[in-house]
């Protein structure tokens, strides 16, 4: 099994429930296991028109390979209704796969750790709630370290509900 992480966000309909709801369809899936949620998080949109977005990060385990993962993650956005009219369309869900174990992977349609990952405050601020000591590979560099960037504090971000991390002690 496979720790990885997902990064939620949706501006279209209820959105805060739809994240809600996709995190129990991820956990549905077999061989997903979700193992925390952060907190919901409102954003404004990132070089796109639109009302402001719900985000949040999820931890799972997994047996299945990053590909076969993202494949799943596509699946439970079509059934909240995800179109791709457009790159930066606003959308019903989005699902990103941020991180998968302490692989890296530069493929023409699929590279991990998540290209913007450190570029969006949105993905970067949920992250420390799941493992504040958490290192993104091939950067080598903590979460918390890099969430400290001057250029994502110009970015909105309001925590708006907590997170749930059942199986993190102390």
């Not at 959105?15 to 949620?37: P, S």
């Amino acid at each position: 099994m496979t720790l990885a992480y997902l990064g939620l966000g949706a501006n279209l309909g209820d959105a805060g429930q739809t994240l809600k709801d996709a995190v129990i369809c991820l956990a549905q899936q077999t061989d997903i296991t979700v193992i925390a949620k952060s907190g919901l998080y409102l954003t404004a949109p990132v070089n796109a028109p639109g009302p402001e977005y719900y985000n949040s990060v999820v931890a799972v385990q997994t047996a299945l390979s990053p590909r076969q993962l993202l494949a799943a993650c596509h699946l439970v956005e079509s059934h909240f209704g995800r179109e791709r009219h457009y790159h930066h369309a606003s959308r019903t869900l989005d699902i990103d796969l941020l991180l998968y174990g302490d692989q890296t992977l530069a493929e023409e349609d699929l590279t991990v750790p998540h290209p913007r990952l450190t570029k969006r405050a949105f993905v970067l601020a949920p992250l420390p709630e799941l493992d504040p000591k958490l290192v993104i590979p091939g950067l080598d560099r903590n979460v918390c370290e890099l969430l400290s960037q001057p250029t994502l504090a110009m970015q909105a971000i309001e925590k708006i509900s907590p997170g749930c991390c059942p199986c993190r002690k102390g």
